[in-house]
């Protein structure tokens, strides 16, 4: 008999060779029915393999992440075999799952594939997951796997198979096909119902390009047909509100090859934009006590060997710039903190004077390999909205909350109502991992968990997931189609204070070491852009959006009347532009509505004589005819709805 440990403690005893799949059973049918994928002891098995020994099983249904990997990767192989039969002659190489799919890279020495094929490689391996076949993992020798792979001359696998070492290679087999494969399949093909070749592309063997170039066959699949539509669904919403179509359509950013790949160039649209956000953001940081900085956008390389940035960051990153005479070093500043250390530095506190709390729009410059790079979320210069707070240990939960504050302040009132919380702390197993003293750890540790049941917060803590200099919080935010960001993080540093040997007197009168809270609400000026685009589709809320209002005269009679009309807008700090070209006003509300004005206020004959504007909403509602002062109001009532005070 062997014990079985479940994911809810409970022990469970077995006899030896039971399979996940019969666990599942003996826990219920409906639970059997649903398991795709499993792990025992932290490695991924087969459903059916047997289990010999005690350990610890995890079982894995369509909604776990893991059970889709387990579902992808089984797809690829189906995928593959149905490239098999349709490109004889095809060599295959690998094909896994990746966060949305998977994908086969095939060498296709006869043939290419385009669109125009993807259905029916999509109906042949439909076909062939109807047919229910139970995917079945065997152990072959090193000598049997070359051969076989040698006889269909595939020189690919032959490749990987010589790196593996003789006794730990696995063939995976379902109706007439073979692959080389590790294993982790869901029981049979029958489960997928709907798959959908999604693109091809250009790959090199290995990512190396110097080797073959292999075709890259990009799908997805799914247990129900009714999911791949609305995934579909999903794709084309999510292409519609691509950052980068919307960013140039709204004419906010733009690149240039000229200056560089990575280093977005802001239009005046989108530097508005950004100058509101910014705005916004040092307003309720005033209020909550924080002092505007500025420092240089470089620093001598022998700053960052102090911070520790020059460990990390240093040799795969931009290099340092030399002065012609000198012959000093400098360094494009990768980060804002040690230049704050320095501003701490620059005279003596004491504890009374803390916290210390410094802002800057930081702008920093890293390094990112340029096919990595994409629109405004992976570049190579970006502003953070970056502040360090300098406290004392007993500070440290106050000061974490106040954070935590300005943070749902700035989410609330940019429309995000989705997100949660991941705390991430120490591994208490790896104690030695971590600098500082346990004493503080376990204080700020508490701070964070206190802060965010105390405000309310969604949160999960992460064992392990912390730096190694200090705990951290960072939001998540999910966007209007469910998408998962990243955002801003608030992160507790024992570190730099000692490196940079920063110090306060204490009530004991000697000198004590303060704590560094780093936190940027909006993460990044260009990461958060990117995200509310994404997010509202372009539909700014009505006090960030660049232009409020644009007046559309019926007639070239109506100018004189809608510049008054934009004068008392501006008067009431109305954001408004007047479109008097000579177009008609139907093509003039197409224009506004693609352009996501929010208010189109069309000024004719009636309106001048009765003195007001015809108003129609961005989305087509009619409000009619109305006064300016009603407008204003009007205006004035729904930026007040959604920016919250703070
Ligand atoms: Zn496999
Ligand atoms: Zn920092």
Redesign the pocket.
């Given at each position: 008999m062997i014990n079985i440990t479940l994911p809810d403690g409970s022990i469970k005893e077995f006899e030896s060779g039971i399979t996940p799949m019969e666990v599942a059973k003996s826990i219920s049918e409906g639970l059997a029915r649903n398991v795709i994928s499993a792990n025992f002891n932290g490695a991924v098995i087969e459903t059916v393999t047997p289990l010999q020994e005690d350990g610890s099983l995890v079982l894995y249904t369509w909604r776990d992440k893991e059970g889709k990997t387990a579902f992808w990767h089984s797809t690829s192989h189906i995928v593959a075999q149905a490239l098999e039969e349709l490109y004889p002659g095809v060599k295959l190489t690998i094909g896994p799952a990746i966060d949305n799919g998977f994908y086969y890279d095939v060498d296709l020495p006869n043939d290419t594939i385009s669109e125009k094929d993807f259905p029916k490689i999509e109906q042949k391996a439909l076909e062939i997951a109807r047919g229910k076949h139970n995917y079945k993992m065997r152990s072959v020798s090193k000598s049997e796997a070359l051969n076989f792979y040698k006889e269909q001359g595939n020189e690919y696998k032959v490749e990987l198979i010589e790196n593996l070492e003789d006794g730990t290679i696995t063939f995976c087999d379902h109706d007439t096909f073979t692959d080389l494969c590790r294993g982790g399949h869901i029981p049979n093909t029958g489960i997928v119902k709907a798959i959908k070749i999604l693109s091809v592309a250009g790959a090199y063997w290995r990512g190396d390009e110097h080797n073959t170039q292999l075709t890259r066959v990009y799908g997805i699949s799914f247990p129900k047909q009714k999911e791949l539509t609305e995934y579909l669904e999903l794709l084309e919403e999510a292409k519609k509100r691509d950052h980068r179509k919307l960013g140039k359509e709204l004419e906010l950013f733009t690149f240039s090859q000229k200056v560089g790949q990575g280093l977005p160039l802001w239009l005046p649209k989108g530097a508005a934009l950004r100058e509101r956000l910014e705005q916004f953001l040092k307003q309720a940081q005033k209020k909550a006590g924080y002092e505007m900085v500025v420092t240089p956008h470089i620093g001598q390389k022998e700053l960052y060997v102090t911070s520790g940035h020059y460990a990390k960051y240093g040799e795969d990153s931009f290099q340092p710039i030399k002065t012609p005479k000198e012959d000093e070093e400098f360094l494009l500043k990768p980060?804002?903190?040690p230049h704050?250390c320095e501003i701490y530095n620059s005279k003596p506190f004491s504890y009374r004077e803390l916290p210390k709390r410094y802002a800057e729009f930081g702008t920093v410059y890293r390094y990112e390999q340029s096919g990595e790079l994409h629109g405004l979320t992976r570049v190579r210069g970006f502003t953070?909205d970056?502040?360090?707070i300098f406290c004392t240990p007993d500070q440290v939960d106050q000061e974490f909350m106040n954070v935590i504050d300005l943070s749902l302040y700035v989410l609330g009132s940019l429309g995000f109502e989705d997100f949660t919380a991941q705390v991430s702390i120490r591994d208490p197993k790896t104690p030695d991992k971590y600098i500082g003293s346990v004493d503080n750890w376990e204080k700020a540790e508490n701070a964070i968990i206190n802060a965010a049941k105390e405000k309310g917060l969604d949160y999960v803590i992460e064992e392990g997931e912390a730096a190694f200099y200090g705990p951290k919080l960072d939001f998540m935010v999910k966007d209007a189609l469910g998408r998962n960001w990243q955002l801003g993080t608030i992160?507790v540093?024992y570190t730099?204070p000692e490196r940079f040997d920063l110090t306060y007197k204490g009530s004991d009168n000697e000198l004590h070491r303060p704590i560094?809270i780093?936190?940027?609400p909006f993460g990044s000026m260009e990461r958060f852009i990117a995200l509310l685009l994404e997010h509202t589709g372009g539909n700014f809320p009505l006090w960030l959006i660049p232009e409020q209002a644009i007046i559309l005269p019926v007639s070239e009679k109506h100018e004189k009347y809608a510049e008054k009309v934009l004068k008392s807008l501006e008067n009431n700090e109305i954001r408004a532009l007047i479109d008097s070209r000579n177009e008609t006003v139907g093509k003039k509300i197409r224009e506004a509505e693609m352009n996501k004005i929010p208010f189109m206020l069309i000024v004719g004959e009636d309106d001048e004589k009765a003195n007001t504007i015809s108003v129609r909403k961005h989305g087509g509602d009619d409000l009619g005819a109305i006064t300016i002062e009603k407008f204003t109001d009007l205006v004035t009532k729904e930026i007040n709805s959604t920016l919250k005070s703070f």
């Open positions: 980060m804002n903190c704050h953070q970056d502040a360090h992160q540093d730099l560094m780093h936190r940027a």
